[in-house]
């Protein structure tokens, strides 16, 4: 059983401020969610490969794929200070 004074410490960690109420509810429900950790600990999971996802994911990007860029020369026609090496902007005090 997670104690007060854990759940405290773990709560000054996240910079959270409890109530009595709360301190007393985190400890019970924190206690269940190890138990409950526990009783996985116990499964026989030998030959299970672990996963990052309960769920399969797709990848939802546009596949990575070599392309033209566009002309130096069209990109660093509309910057205020171009030169052969890029461009400079204001700095951030400016």
Request: glycine fraction near 4%; aromatic fraction near 2%.
């Amino acid at each position: 059983m997670i104690d007060r004074d854990q759940v405290l410490h773990v709560a000054r960690l996240a910079r959270l401020k409890l109530t009595d109420e709360e301190v007393e509810r985190m400890s019970s429900e924190l206690s269940a969610v190890l138990d409950h950790i526990e009783n996985i600990s116990q499964l026989d999971l030998e030959g299970v490969e672990p996963t990052t996802a309960v769920v399969e994911l797709e990848n939802v990007l546009r596949a990575d794929e070599p392309r033209p860029s566009w002309p130096r020369e069209q990109m660093l026609e509309p910057a205020p200070d171009a030169s052969d090496e890029g461009f400079r902007v204001p700095s951030p005090g400016a």
